[in-house]
């Protein structure tokens, strides 16, 4: 039962993200283009408006705003019952001389239009999409290399309707998540009809369905010189996964998706009672934090207002 009201926020949220965005998009194929083989660098798309850049750069993005009235849901040990917080949502650039990459999508960008959202525990809002931030860097989203989401809950995927051309990547695991086998017999047979474009009207995420995309295994290299790195930390999601960016200034900065959502979770070890497998996150709870330590990295959890707004300017 703890789980309905995060179900419920999702569908509306991605129902949200189908109908958001805009309209000016170029139509992708009907079917999903198929996956290149684990870890074969795709080549990049051409240079973007907005210039390249000489050195490796993470930039913050404000992807919205999510209060929940009752914590009581983001743990298993139920000792958040009763505590309220307020989630900052936030999306990130990287910047890299061979390319960008998007990293997450936060909540779907037709909330700008409107007032809060509640549902449940969630109350979501939205100020500005990625698209209107990028524009203030002088960058549009068909400028966008390469995207990669943490994970497909609903606040990690919401602008996915924006997305212009740029590469997708996705672990199997978490792909085999979004878009698993349908299970029919006799006695329940598929009923699922495609849509006027082609899209499985069963699939709650048709914006992903269109992507091109790219199947990566763990410790992926994005740009083959170790310095924006993807890593699976499953648990919350079956494909999980974190992300390792190495700056020339501060040194190594590592994203946690929402392996945490809390500095508190973080202290505490607490896991959502919503994750897929306790274990496996508290393994990749262990692992990260080996990871954090043997290269003395710069840990921000993306959902913790007091890890994102204090940033440096070198990651703006």
């Known amino acids: 039962m703890k789980n309905i009201a995060l179900a419920a926020m999702g569908a509306i949220a991605i ?9 000016d998009a170029p139509a992708k194929d009907a079917e999903t283009p198929p996956a290149s083989e684990p870890g074969t660098p795709a080549p ?10 000489e050195s490796i750069q993470l930039i913050k993005l ?3 705003s999510v209060y929940v009235s009752d914590l009581d849901i983001f743990s298993t040990a139920g000792d958040y019952a009763g505590q309220t917080d307020t989630f900052d949502v936030t999306c990130w650039l990287i910047r890299h001389p061979d390319g960008d990459l998007l990293w997450d999508l936060g909540l779907p960008g ?17 100020d500005r999409t990625i698209a209107d931030q990028l524009a203030d860097l002088g960058l549009a989203m068909s400028d966008i290399e390469y ?9 990690h995927v919401g602008q996915a309707d924006l997305i212009d051309g740029s590469l997708w990547l996705v672990n199997q ?17 598929d009923e699922a009809e495609p849509s006027a474009d082609g899209a499985d009207s069963s ?3 048709p914006a992903f369905e269109r992507l091109e995309y790219q199947l990566i295994p763990d410790n992926y290299d994005v740009f083959g010189d170790g310095s924006v790195i993807i890593f699976q930390t499953p648990g919350h999601t079956p494909g999980h996964s974190s992300l390792l960016v ?12 929402d392996l945490w959502h809390m500095s508190a979770s973080r202290t505490l070890k607490r896991v959502p009672q919503f994750n897929t497998n306790e274990a496996d996150t508290l393994a990749s709870m262990e692992a990260f934090e080996a990871k954090a330590a043997e290269l003395g990295a710069k840990v921000i959890i993306q959902h913790e207002d007091a890890d994102t707004d204090p940033l440096p300017e070198v990651m703006r």
Do not use: K, W
């Open 62 to 64: 404000d992807c919205g």
């Open 147 to 155: 995207l990669a989401v943490s994970h497909s809950h609903f606040d």
């Open 15 to 23: 129902g949200l993200a189908s109908c958001s965005g805009s309209t």
């Open 203 to 205: 699939n709650q995420f």
């Open 44 to 53: 990049p798309a051409s240079a973007s408006a907005g210039g390249t850049v």
């Open 173 to 189: 695991r978490e792909y085999d998540y979004m878009f698993p086998e349908p299970e029919v017999s006799d006695e329940t047979p």
């Open 110 to 126: 037709i909330l700008t239009s409107q007032d809060e959202q509640t549902t449940g525990v969630f109350t979501v809002s939205l």
């Open 246 to 257: 190495n700056l020339p200034e501060t040194g190594p900065v590592m994203l946690t998706g």
